[in-house]
């Protein structure tokens, strides 16, 4: 499969999509305010669709966001209910839901993701400096 | 002669401006476009401000959480744009203020009169929810909601209430017969 790799800025996050069994990678970290939400995260989304129709034995993404705004928490959702899609199927899947020690907002906004999706999160939490 | 007169009216007018800036201890003002760039420019001029300020990281991060979802309301929503055929880039106003107990951020644009009724409804629904019917609203609509055209996905009013946990304060005032030009007022307690 076709690897992502996407440079994070100061408005989009680093995306890798990388199904290589040997050493996958599946993450997305930094900041998420795109010009234009949908056109950013679509291949993301397309990718996954692709990745569900033979995953991996255990599929893991790993979100770690300092922040992203409503536009982006929508687009979260969709990916998240691509991984619930493939949960559905019998597939092992995990989110790691990363977030600063002292960012009370990002830990909750990771729960309540946990309660909308029927996907394995497990929450992490990281010091920052 | 003209343009003396001319120049003394425009003196008189930045100090009167400058007068009322510090009378409503507003440290950052703004009219015009609100593009991307600008949206983002301003955000993180606020954190950089902020900063200096030695506040909480917590803070930090809602103070600039607010501007962005304010800013792009008014690129969004605002009736008045100079390329109308631009999905965002509306015109408006932006207001910073800080007193001792908190920030404010205030923004105001055109909206058409017709708009106002459901802009209404949904500012009082947020207005008179508690921190757990918010919590119910914001996953009820993030499950039923679709992207609009202009990439809105109808959550920032809650978003800014659920972090700030301060009401929103906001008014419509008349332009004309079409047009009413709506002032809305996020506060983020220092405090808290």
């Known amino acids: ?129 | 002669m003209a343009d003396t007169n001319k120049n003394n009216i425009d003196l008189d007018f930045v100090y009167d401006f400058y007068t009322k800036m510090k009378n409503n201890n507003v440290s950052f003002a703004y009219e015009g476009e609100i593009s991307h760039e600008i949206t983002k420019v301003f955000s993180s001029l606020a954190e950089s401000h902020i900063a200096i300020d030695n506040e909480s990281n917590s803070l930090k991060r809602r103070v600039f959480h607010v501007m962005i979802e304010s800013l792009q309301n008014i690129g969004k929503h605002s009736g008045e744009k100079i390329d109308k055929n631009s999905p965002t880039d509306g015109q408006g106003i932006f207001f910073m203020s800080k007193t001792k107990n908190e920030y404010t951020i205030t923004t105001g644009n055109s909206i058409n009169k017709n708009m106002i009724p459901n802009l209404k409804t949904k500012l009082e629904a947020i207005n008179s929810g508690n921190k757990m019917s918010l919590k119910k609203l914001y996953k009820e609509k993030i499950k039923k909601g679709r992207l609009s055209e202009k990439g809105g996905a109808g959550l920032g009013f809650i978003d800014i209430v659920r972090k700030t946990e301060q009401k929103l304060i906001y008014s419509f005032l008349d332009i004309n017969e079409k047009k009413s030009y709506f002032v809305l007022t996020s506060t983020i307690s220092r405090t808290k």
């Open chain 1, 1 to 129: 499969m076709q690897v992502i790799r996407i440079e994070g800025t100061d408005d989009t996050p680093q995306v890798i999509l990388d199904a290589n069994p040997n050493n996958p990678i599946m993450e997305i970290s930094g900041r998420s305010l795109p010009e234009d939400v949908v056109s950013f995260y679509e291949p993301i989304l397309e990718w996954l669709e692709e990745y569900s129709e033979s995953p991996l034995e255990k599929t893991i993404l790993n979100i770690k966001l300092e922040y992203f705004n409503t536009a982006s928490s929508k687009l979260l959702l969709d990916i998240l209910l691509k991984l619930e899609d493939m949960a559905d199927d019998g597939k092992d899947v995990l989110v790691r839901w990363h977030f600063p020690d002292d960012d009370e907002d990002m830990e909750e906004a990771g729960e309540e993701y946990e309660d909308i999706v029927e996907v394995p999160f497990e929450q992490v939490s990281y010091t920052i400096d």
